[in-house]
């Protein structure tokens, strides 16, 4: 045996007829921050044209000659936490050179955690927090103190082409967050989130070497699936390149009784050549969750948090379900005018049919978990086109380089839903929860079998950007502005199916960016950005104001801070305040009646520290930790002011250590750790969640088998099986995952 690289190298060797083969194992790993990009084995004798390799080859004596097969596998610790990606008007950029905070997580980073939604892969994140969405499974993800909203992820800068509730992350290379605002660069969320971050998905498309691989995953306590990746290039220059990508999972969960099942399907082209470069993306996915266990609300009765159930109990109900079906794409093409002006364009879709049956449970009784529940069945489909396109010139003023961007941005989204429900509710408990039948829902709004327009939003925007350049790129300033257009149409889904509401406002968002390079791989950087939403229209009772329509808020943000990227190491500290205005309704005068004003503001100010990378030969890092005051300034009658907003964390800090173990070349040893600080369960800040710790381990092992690498994965999250209450965000409690066991294989074919 004789050793290459970091992983073990074994030599199969014919005696009498016989080929013994002398392979060694070890278990191995799940969770990972940074994964092992692994290359194809090469048979020594079938290396006629050897002295073309970039690789060394091991010489063979002309006695060993058509005796012995040498066998080998490298392992290449890349980084999965790559500082930079795409910014939207700006195009993608390296993190060291923009004046924002982003990051990306690649590909191979999913691959060995074994995530299957695309919270499990922003638990990485010391910036992000995940929770549900209102009274289903859908994954909401704060960031800054903000939320962003499924509704608005982007896909390569396209806002509403994405699954809204949950995202298969096997179909994509890399998964993008940028923290702050980002008005300016991708133009207003569909939803009206997106205030403190925003997150971008980028499809996977074929690389120059060609891929055929093969993963296998299970979960406890039964969740089995796996997927596979196959990528290749043909044509003169490889200039056609394609990419299929197959991932399904299903089964029983770690938690009691919960089951979930995911099939996603992509077809990614693309083509190029000198000047021009085109790729066509199709994708279908398929997520359901079946008895799930349900975020939990507090009653007006209910006096404190209630204490945690056990870390696996499931307080849903088995007849609750979702199943969520998503085809989606988009077409980008790139056109290089001349080596200074490149056009560009994209243009998107998406069709989803959603349905499901739900039930949360609302607590009365902090101290005997005696709740109430109800029952809703909704269908929900959406149809979206999101297109935009644009120039990019660069050229030179005296000693000032310029990049100009200039172009445009348009979405198109029409949301269709009914509902029907209980008008009763049915008693529970949150720790002695008995199986109830389906109530009946004999309460009914809309078509259930073909819904109605809910709302109708055309968003439109027009933007421009000069980026200069001063001193041999050593001073970086940006200034620009994007025009945005909000054309949003309510509709009485329920009933007459005529429009209820008509918003049609505008706004300018400018941005301001500077970034000033002390040496080549640091950086210290400023931007002032906004935010923008919806502004509301005045509803209520006995409002002096009725109707009265506001202009879309304008959330400003001011952040500084500095970088340090040396490509296989790079820290991140921000410093940052968010001001976002909002509306509240008040007593006018002394008669009974009521204004509405949007005199609001929510104010969050915090720090943030990121790192990631090669600490020392074999030990790698990914995490950091953020700091957060999220101040309520102007609130109704003053009661709340100086409050802390409800479900945001005081602090968060992640860790994610690798260690190659020296003594076994090929293994990996791996443990993370989250903590998050103090949340308040209400606006009145007389309840709050404690303090929370969840610890993960695992390891890996690669090595090769019959000429082709194979990584052994296994990993335990939750280790402890520590039960805590993991969000309080909007007001109700989401617990965390139970103790859960991770294995998987994957191998080039």
């Known amino acids: 045996m004789m050793m290459r690289g970091r992983l073990p190298v074994f030599r199969s060797v014919r005696c009498g007829g016989r080929v013994a083969l002398l392979l060694t194992t070890v278990a191995f790993f799940s969770g990972s921050a940074f994964a092992a990009q692994q290359e194809a084995v090469v048979p020594q004798a079938a290396k006629q044209n050897a002295k073309k390799s970039k690789d060394p080859v091991t010489p063979v004596t002309q006695s060993q000659k058509d005796e012995s097969l040498l066998v080998t596998a490298r392992r290449r610790n890349q980084m999965e936490v790559i500082s930079g990606g795409q910014l939207g008007a ?95 660069l991708n133009g207003a ?15 996977k498309h074929a690389q120059n070497t060609p891929i055929t691989r093969l993963t296998g995953d299970y979960a406890s306590q039964g969740v089995g699936g796996g997927s596979l990746d196959v990528g290749r290039r043909f044509g003169q220059d490889k200039a056609y390149g394609l990419r299929l990508n197959v991932a399904g999972l299903s089964g029983q969960t770690s938690i009691d009784h919960e089951r979930r099942h995911s099939v996603a399907l992509g077809a990614d082209f693309d083509w190029h050549d000198d000047k021009t470069r085109i790729s066509l993306d199709m994708n279908y996915q398929n997520q359901g969750v079946n008895g799930g266990r349900p975020g939990v609300f507090l009653g007006a009765d209910a006096t404190g948090v209630p204490r945690v159930p056990n870390a696996a109990h499931n307080y849903g109900q088995a007849w609750t379900y979702n199943d969520l079906n998503y085809i989606f794409g988009m077409l980008n093409v790139e056109h290089d005018l001349s080596k200074h002006i490149t056009l560009y364009g994209a243009f998107g ?31 929900y489909a959406q149809t979206n086109e999101s297109t935009r396109g644009g120039v990019r010139a660069h050229f030179d003023t005296g000693p000032v380089k310029h990049e100009v961007n200039a172009g445009g941005s348009a979405l198109w989204e029409e949301s269709r839903t009914a509902y029907s429900m209980a008008l009763n509710s049915f008693d529970s408990n949150l720790y002695n929860t008995a199986a109830v039948p389906a109530p009946a ?84 950087y400023f931007n002032r950005i906004e ?30 801070g500095a970088k340090y990227d040396t490509g296989r190491f790079t820290t991140t500290l921000a410093f940052y305040q968010i001001s976002q205005p909002n509306s509240y309704t008040e007593p006018y005068g002394n008669n009974g009646t009521f ?61 994610n250590l690798e260690y190659d173990l020296p003594f076994l070349r090929g293994a990996t040893v791996v443990g993370r750790v989250e903590n998050t600080g103090k949340q308040w369960v209400n606006t009145a800040n007389t309840l709050h969640l404690p303090v929370w710790t969840r610890f993960d381990v695992g390891a890996r092992y690669t090595f090769a088998v019959a000429h082709k690498p194979l990584t052994l994965r296994f990993g335990v999250d939750n280790i402890a099986n520590t039960r805590y209450w993991a969000s309080a965000f909007n007001g109700y409690l989401l617990q965390g995952l139970p103790r859960t066991f991770k294995f998987s294989f994957t191998t080039d074919l």
């Open 90 to 184: 700006l195009g993608t950029k390296k993190g060291l050179d923009v004046p924002f905070n982003i990051r990306s997580y690649t590909s191979s980073l999913i691959l060995n955690q074994q995530s299957q939604t695309l919270g499990e892969v922003l638990e990485n994140d010391p910036s992000v927090r995940t929770t549900y969405g209102y009274g289903n499974f859908s994954e909401i993800f704060v960031i800054r103190g903000f939320p962003v909203y499924g509704d608005d992820v982007a896909i390569n800068g396209l806002y509403g082409i994405t699954p809204r509730q949950l995202l298969s992350p096997q179909l994509y290379d890399q998964v993008q967050v940028l923290n702050g605002a980002s008005a300016f």
């Open 189 to 203: 969320a569909p939803s009206g989130s997106a205030i403190g971050g925003s997150i971008n998905l980028m499809f």
């Open 349 to 379: 879709g998406l069709g989803s049919d959603e349905k499901g049956n739900y039930s949360t449970l609302t607590v009365n009784n902090s101290q005997t978990g005696a709740a109430s529940a109800g029952a809703m069945y909704v269908p």
């Open 441 to 524: 829902e004999n309460w009914t709004g809309g078509n259930l079998d073909d819904p109605m327009p809910t709302s109708k939003t055309q968003l439109y925007s027009l933007f421009f950007s000069d980026t200069m350049s001063f001193w041999h790129d050593r001073i970086a300033l940006t200034a620009g502005f994007r025009y945005q257009n909000m054309l949003i149409n309510g509709y009485d889904a329920y009933g007459t199916g005529e429009r209820t509401s008509h918003y049609n406002q505008g706004a300018i968002t400018p941005v301001v960016g500077l970034v000033v390079h002390p040496t080549k791989r640091t950086s210290i």
């Open 531 to 560: 935010g923008l939403s919806q502004g509301p229209t005045a509803s209520g009772t006995n409002l002096v104001n009725l109707g009265q329509i506001f202009p879309p808020f304008k959330s400003v943000q001011y952040e500084v």
């Open 595 to 655: 204004i509405f004003r949007e005199n609001g503001l929510q104010r969050n100010r915090g720090a943030e520290l990121s790192v990631n990378g090669q600490i020392l030969p074999g030990l790698r890092f990914n995490g950091g930790a953020t700091l957060i005051d999220a101040d309520l300034r102007r609130t109704a009658q003053g009661a709340d002011n100086g409050h802390t907003a409800i479900g945001i964390p005081n602090y968060t800090i992640n860790g």
